[in-house]
């Protein structure tokens, strides 16, 4: 008798064990969330971005005196792979948002590929830049956190500093914006990573074209002025990675003046605009992205010196 008793209680625990388990699963299973379904194209487009970023990390590696597609230099390969992966950038939002595609998965995806591109690669082209300049004569490498001088230690830290900034700019920007469409999308809080990473590759595009005209015109010049001007990216770099994180607001330019129904003047003046500064075009889009990038400082400085100057009329009357 006893033992039938023994055998039933064991019977009970193992049932309901068994239920606990089953209930465990079921849980589980509840929690986790189902995987919705992936669209095409903006993915193809948000991939197309991601691998143009890896693209231009890898160009960016060769040796400074590369001669690729157009004879142009590594560096400015890589700059206009990271122009490229803007591109793919801007599509692949409006491609979701005409098919009406828009979604989780689609915006952390665009994060993941815009972290490499507009982050990771920018970093690495100004490191690359410096490194050549920096270090025994015939001895070129990348400047890292284990170099024996403190100016490279320095360079190595700007670059992680950005690549840092970029992440949490992103993030932000990901938790701020409630939703695709346009109308959250008119002004940023902070500069974007992609007008940081355009200012960033626009200069060191610059930088190549003008080293290889040879404006400077002497050897000894030119190299002066190549060494001095890279040096100056790294500044550009860290104020760049200070205004992606800072609140400045920072208008969205494609929105605010090309998205859009406009009259005929206004695309023939951009049209025009855009076939008269082709012939200077690195000079146009260094300076496009640098005034890009000051403008949310100086639209902040004008605000602040027109309230002042209405407080102070307000006071005298």
């Given at each position: 008798m006893a033992s039938k008793k023994t055998k039933s209680k064991e019977v009970s625990k193992a049932a309901a064990r068994d239920g606990r388990t089953a209930t465990a699963v079921r849980t589980r299973s509840r929690g986790r969330r189902r995987l919705p379904p992936i669209t095409v194209m903006p993915?193809?487009?948000?991939?197309?971005?991601?691998i143009a970023g890896f693209a231009a990390v890898y160009y960016a590696s060769k040796p400074i005196d590369y001669s690729g597609l157009l004879?142009?230099?590594?560096?400015?390969?890589?700059?206009?792979?990271?122009?490229?992966?803007?591109?793919?950038?801007?599509?692949?939002?409006?491609?979701?948002?005409?098919?009406?595609?828009?979604?989780?998965?689609?915006?952390?995806?665009?994060?993941?590929?815009?972290?490499?591109?507009?982050?990771?690669?920018?970093a690495f082209m100004m490191l690359r830049l410096v490194s050549n300049y920096v270090g025994s004569?015939?001895?070129?490498?990348?400047?890292?956190?284990?170099?024996?001088?403190?100016?490279?230690k320095v360079l190595w830290g700007v670059a992680a500093a950005y690549v840092a900034c970029t992440a949490l700019r992103l993030a932000r920007f990901n938790v701020e914006t409630p939703t695709a469409s346009v109308e959250d999308h008119m002004i940023f809080r902070g500069l974007p990573s992609p007008g940081a990473a355009g200012t960033v590759a626009s200069l060191i595009v610059l930088h190549q074209h003008y080293l290889a005209a040879g404006v400077a015109g002497a050897d000894e010049?030119?190299?002066?002025?190549?060494?001095?001007?890279?040096?100056?990216?790294?500044?550009?770099?860290?104020?760049?990675?200070?205004?992606?994180?800072?609140?400045?607001?920072?208008?969205?330019?494609?929105?605010?003046?090309?998205?859009?129904?406009?009259?005929?003047?206004?695309?023939?003046?951009?049209?025009?605009i855009i076939v008269v500064s082709a012939p200077w075009f690195q000079e146009v889009l260094a300076v496009a992205f640098t005034v890009f990038a000051l403008s949310g400082p100086m639209r902040l400085l004008i605000n602040h010196l027109r309230r002042r100057r209405m407080k102070k009329s307000a006071t005298e009357s």
């Amino acid at each position: 008798m006893a033992s039938k008793k023994t055998k039933s209680k064991e019977v009970s625990k193992a049932a309901a064990r068994d239920g606990r388990t089953a209930t465990a699963v079921r849980t589980r299973s509840r929690g986790r969330r189902r995987l919705p379904p992936i669209t095409v194209m903006p993915t193809l487009f948000t991939l197309g971005n991601l691998i143009a970023g890896f693209a231009a990390v890898y160009y960016a590696s060769k040796p400074i005196d590369y001669s690729g597609l157009l004879q142009w230099s590594s560096l400015t390969l890589a700059g206009a792979l990271i122009f490229l992966g803007m591109f793919f950038d801007a599509v692949d939002g409006s491609v979701a948002r005409l098919t009406r595609s828009s979604s989780e998965i689609g915006a952390q995806l665009d994060s993941l590929a815009d972290m490499v591109t507009f982050g990771v690669a920018p970093a690495f082209m100004m490191l690359r830049l410096v490194s050549n300049y920096v270090g025994s004569e015939g001895t070129v490498h990348i400047l890292g956190p284990m170099a024996d001088n403190t100016f490279a230690k320095v360079l190595w830290g700007v670059a992680a500093a950005y690549v840092a900034c970029t992440a949490l700019r992103l993030a932000r920007f990901n938790v701020e914006t409630p939703t695709a469409s346009v109308e959250d999308h008119m002004i940023f809080r902070g500069l974007p990573s992609p007008g940081a990473a355009g200012t960033v590759a626009s200069l060191i595009v610059l930088h190549q074209h003008y080293l290889a005209a040879g404006v400077a015109g002497a050897d000894e010049i030119s190299l002066a002025f190549a060494r001095w001007t890279a040096f100056g990216v790294p500044l550009i770099t860290l104020l760049c990675a200070c205004a992606m994180v800072s609140s400045i607001p920072y208008i969205h330019f494609v929105n605010r003046y090309v998205r859009g129904q406009r009259n005929f003047g206004y695309v023939a003046g951009i049209v025009i605009i855009i076939v008269v500064s082709a012939p200077w075009f690195q000079e146009v889009l260094a300076v496009a992205f640098t005034v890009f990038a000051l403008s949310g400082p100086m639209r902040l400085l004008i605000n602040h010196l027109r309230r002042r100057r209405m407080k102070k009329s307000a006071t005298e009357s």
